[in-house]
C-alpha cells in the first residue's frame, strides 16, 4: 500500500518535473475504459484536460491532486501505484509497472506515467476544499495539529483504534504500515475501543503516529 509519506514524495517530485506544463495527449486503460466506438463514443473525460497547464499540485493523505484551471486530476496509488517521467521511474515504494499505463499524459516537455492507480476528473473546488478541511491532521502536514487529530480520534468513541487509524477523513495518510507500528509503539491493542483510553493515550497513540509517518517520510 502506498500510504501518505510515499504520496507527498511522489506529489512533490511530480510538482518539480512538471508544473507550468500543458497536456498534449492522454492515453491508458482509463481513457481506453471510457471510448466505446461502436457507441460513437471517441472521447473520454481526461480529454477535457488537453491544452490545460498544470497550476498546482497538492497531496492529501493517500491522495495526489493535480490542478489545470477549474478542473482537477485525483489520483490514488492504491497497493502499489507508481509512477514515471520520460519512462524513467522516480519513485521507489510501489509494485512493478504493469504493461499498459493506468493513465499517460504527453506534456509541453515532458511525459507523465501512472502505473496500478486509480485516476479521475473532479472539480478543483471540491479537491481544494477538501484539502483545507483535513490537512492540518495529514500526518505528514507540515502543519500538523495534534489537538484537533486527538480530537477527531477522541470522537470515535464507539469504534476500534485499529478502524479509526485507517480513516482517511480522520487521520489521512495513515495505511497499514503506519498503524500497525504505531500501535506496536504506543502499547496499545489494535482492537481495543477509543472510549476505553483516556486522553493521555490517545495523545500518545497520535504521537507515535505522526512520529512514524515523519521518520517514513525523512527515509523516502
Not at 500543458?22 to 461502436?38: H, L, M, T, Y
Not at 486509480?118 to 500538523?144: G, K, M, W
Not at 477522541?154 to 504500515?177: E, F, H, K, S, Y
Request: some cysteine.
Amino acid at each position: 500500500m502506498v500510504e501518505g509519506p510515499g504520496c507527498k514524495i511522489k506529489g512533490e517530485k511530480i510538482k518539480g518535473k512538471i508544473l507550468g506544463q500543458s497536456v498534449r495527449v492522454v492515453r491508458g486503460n482509463a481513457v481506453d475504459r471510457e471510448i466505446k466506438p461502436r457507441k460513437c463514443i471517441t472521447t473520454s473525460k481526461f480529454h477535457t484536460l488537453i491544452g490545460r497547464e498544470l497550476d498546482g499540485v497538492q497531496t492529501l493523505g493517500k491522495e495526489l491532486f493535480m490542478y489545470f484551471g477549474e478542473i482537477c486530476l485525483r489520483v490514488h496509488f492504491l497497493m502499489a501505484g507508481s509512477f514515471q517521467v520520460n519512462n524513467k521511474r522516480l519513485d521507489h515504494d510501489g509494485g512493478s509497472a504493469a504493461e499498459a499505463p493506468s493513465f499517460e499524459m504527453d506534456f509541453s516537455r515532458d511525459k507523465l506515467t501512472f502505473h496500478k492507480s486509480a485516476v479521475d476528473i473532479r472539480s478543483s473546488t471540491s479537491c481544494r476544499e477538501r484539502y483545507d478541511n483535513l490537512n492540518e491532521v495529514d500526518i505528514c502536514s507540515p502543519v500538523f495539529n495534534q489537538r484537533r487529530a486527538i480530537a477527531m480520534v477522541m470522537a470515535q468513541r464507539g469504534r476500534q483504534l485499529c478502524d479509526v487509524l485507517l480513516d482517511q477523513t480522520v487521520l489521512p495518510g495513515v495505511g497499514n504500515i503506519i498503524k500497525n507500528e504505531a500501535l506496536f509503539d504506543s502499547g496499545v491493542k489494535p482492537d481495543s475501543k477509543v472510549e476505553e483510553l483516556s486522553e493521555e493515550h490517545v495523545s500518545h497513540l497520535v504521537k507515535m503516529t505522526r512520529d512514524f509517518s515523519m521518520v517514513f517520510l525523512k527515509v523516502g
